[in-house]
Structure formats: C-alpha cells, structure tokens
C-alpha cells in the first residue's frame, strides 16, 4: 500500500529518514534501503539537511525509488529560486517522486559552507502554493503547463521552546495547511504522556500527524538536547535510564522503538531519525515489532 493510500485509510504510517552523501559513493544508501524494503511505508530524503552540502534530494530520492522504496522528498526554499523549486518538483514528479515535504532549513551561518548565498525567494506557505499551482497546470507566473504533476504535500511544526512558542507554530502550521499541506510532521517526541497535550492541539488542525521519533545515540546526545532545545521535555527518568545502562546504545534503540509503540494509538504514523545511523534502523523496527 502507498504512502498516500495508507494516509487515506486512516492506517499506521512509518516513516525512516535517510540522507544523501556528501559525495557519489551511494553504495551505504542503497544497502540501507535495501534492508528496510518492506519494512517501512517511504523514506524521507532531507535535501541538505543541517546546512551540509550533500548530494541532492532528488537524485537520492530517485536512487531509492530504483530500489523499490517509496521516497518523499524535502524542499526548502534557503537554497533555491522560485524558478528552480518549480522545475525540481516537476523533475521529481518525472522521476517517480510525488510525496514532497515543504519544510524550513538551518540558516547558513550554521553550514558546512558558511560564506555561500540565502535565496528564500520564497517562504514555506509560497512554495505549498506553488506546488499547488503547479497541479491546476499553470506556473507561478500563470503560465501553461505541458501536462501537470499530481503531489501530495506535507509540512512540519517548527520546533518550540514555550507555551507561546507552541501556539505560535500552530498557527504558522494551519497557514501551510490552510495553503494545501495534506499531513504535518511533529518535532521529536521524547515523552508521549508529557505531549500528549500538545498532540491533541495538533490532531485540531484535521490533517493526519506523523510524530517524529529521533534516536538518543548517547548520553551526550540526550544531555545536549535537553540542554539546547527546553521544548524537548527530555525526563530526568529518561537520562538516568541512559547513564545507568550497561549497554547506551542498545538503550536508546529501546526508547526509541517503545516510543514508536506508544505512539501508535495516538497519532497516524512516526519518522524514524537516526541522523547517520540508518543501518540501526531494522533493530529499532524490531523493538517497535514492526
């Protein structure tokens, strides 16, 4: 069953995160895919993702669809013109990719290529619009298409640290829905009872929610994240049960895998991030028995 058709039929949705490499060797891509063929609905292609030059998410997504692994694939606006975001979606949809995510992107300040040029010739709620227009057969500048693509669009909330900080990404949210997102990607969920309020605010926008589950490699890592991002509602009880383990790696592939199993009752799916431990992911699978 499709992505699209498993949304449609109200059913369990997950959802893996692969990145493209920063270079042509694709061989751990493929073989990573090739483990989860089956195992998952699609996977989500981040395109440069954290401000790292990689190789582009069309080309990954399209190495992963020759796989046999539906692709959704993300598009920002921090790299790209209007000119060029048009005529990627529309080579996607040539190349058998039509579940794309409109989403936002680091700043540059924060890449690998620090000095080079912001465009955001347009925002997250243009470029939902434009993808939209693209579908009625017209261009952004009303131009006639020579046969129009058919995308099924989603979004994400952007990441908070308050009770203000929530509502106003909320509200930036039902503005993408509002412009044609058909499904919203949550931040990570760490804790499912402590979010359980904020989850149902979301299940208020009417578009299915697929919650985010990013995996706690180490310590470290957990520390960072409750220390950068309040939002995060990382638990005391959470870290203690990392640094008391024998064995913090297997741990967090636990956490994460009983995360996806209590999440499964309350919202319409998961993405599963492991931000370069993608080879982990049929062992997080199997603690989620998926």
Same mark, same amino acid.
């Given at each position: 069953?499709?992505?699209?058709?498993?949304?449609?039929?109200?059913?369990?949705?997950?959802?893996?995160?692969?990145?493209?490499?920063? /270079?042509?060797?694709?061989?751990?891509?493929?073989?990573?895919?090739?483990?989860?063929?089956?195992?998952?609905?699609?996977?989500?292609?981040?395109?440069?993702?954290?401000?790292?030059?990689?190789?582009?998410?069309?080309?990954?997504?399209?190495?992963?669809?020759?796989?046999?692994?539906?692709?959704?694939?993300?598009?920002?606006?921090?790299?790209?013109?209007?000119?060029?975001?048009?005529?990627?979606?529309?080579?996607?949809?040539?190349?058998?990719?039509?579940?794309?995510?409109?989403? /936002?992107?680091?700043?540059?300040?924060?890449?690998?290529?620090?000095?080079?040029?912001?465009?955001?010739?347009?925002?997250?709620?243009?470029?939902?619009?434009?993808?939209?227009?693209?579908?009625?057969?017209?261009?952004?500048?009303?131009?006639?298409?020579?046969?129009?693509?058919?995308?099924?669009?989603?979004?994400?909330?952007?990441?908070?640290?308050?009770?203000?900080?929530?509502?106003?990404?909320?509200?930036?949210?039902?503005?993408?829905?509002?412009?044609?997102?058909?499904?919203?990607?949550?931040?990570?969920?760490?804790?499912?009872?402590?979010?359980?309020?904020?989850?149902?605010?979301?299940?208020?926008? /009417?578009?299915?929610?697929?919650?985010?589950?990013?995996?706690?490699?180490?310590?470290?890592?957990?520390?960072?994240?409750?220390?950068?991002?309040?939002?995060?509602?990382?638990?005391?009880?959470?870290?203690?049960?990392?640094?008391?383990?024998?064995?913090?790696?297997?741990?967090?592939?636990?956490?994460?895998?009983?995360?996806?199993?209590?999440?499964?009752?309350?919202?319409?799916?998961?993405?599963?991030?492991?931000?370069?431990?993608?080879?982990?992911?049929?062992?997080?699978?199997?603690?989620?028995?998926?």
């Amino acid at each position: 069953m499709s992505f699209q058709k498993r949304l449609a039929a109200k059913e369990f949705a997950v959802l893996a995160e692969m990145h493209t490499p920063k /270079g042509i060797n694709i061989s751990r891509l493929v073989n990573d895919a090739r483990r989860l063929k089956g195992r998952v609905d699609a996977v989500v292609v981040p395109d440069m993702d954290n401000g790292i030059m990689r190789m582009s998410a069309l080309a990954g997504g399209v190495l992963l669809q020759q796989q046999g692994v539906e692709t959704i694939m993300h598009m920002y606006c921090r790299d790209r013109n209007r000119m060029a975001l048009q005529g990627d979606a529309l080579a996607a949809h040539v190349l058998g990719i039509q579940n794309i995510i409109v989403t /936002g992107s680091e700043d540059m300040s924060e890449s690998d290529h620090s000095d080079a040029k912001t465009v955001n010739d347009l925002d997250e709620v243009q470029l939902i619009e434009a993808l939209m227009t693209l579908q009625t057969g017209k261009d952004m500048s009303g131009f006639d298409l020579d046969g129009a693509p058919d995308f099924s669009i989603g979004c994400t909330i952007g990441s908070f640290a308050d009770d203000k900080g929530r509502d106003e990404a909320l509200l930036a949210t039902e503005a993408k829905i509002t412009a044609g997102a058909r499904y919203v990607i949550t931040p990570p969920i760490y804790d499912v009872p402590a979010s359980a309020d904020f989850l149902s605010r979301v299940k208020e926008l /009417g578009v299915p929610v697929i919650t985010t589950v990013f995996l706690l490699k180490s310590l470290a890592i957990a520390q960072y994240i409750t220390n950068s991002d309040p939002g995060a509602n990382i638990s005391n009880e959470l870290i203690r049960r990392i640094r008391k383990s024998s064995n913090r790696e297997l741990e967090g592939i636990k956490i994460a895998g009983e995360t996806i199993q209590a999440l499964k009752e309350k919202t319409q799916g998961v993405l599963i991030q492991t931000l370069g431990w993608e080879h982990k992911l049929p062992e997080i699978l199997d603690v989620a028995k998926i």
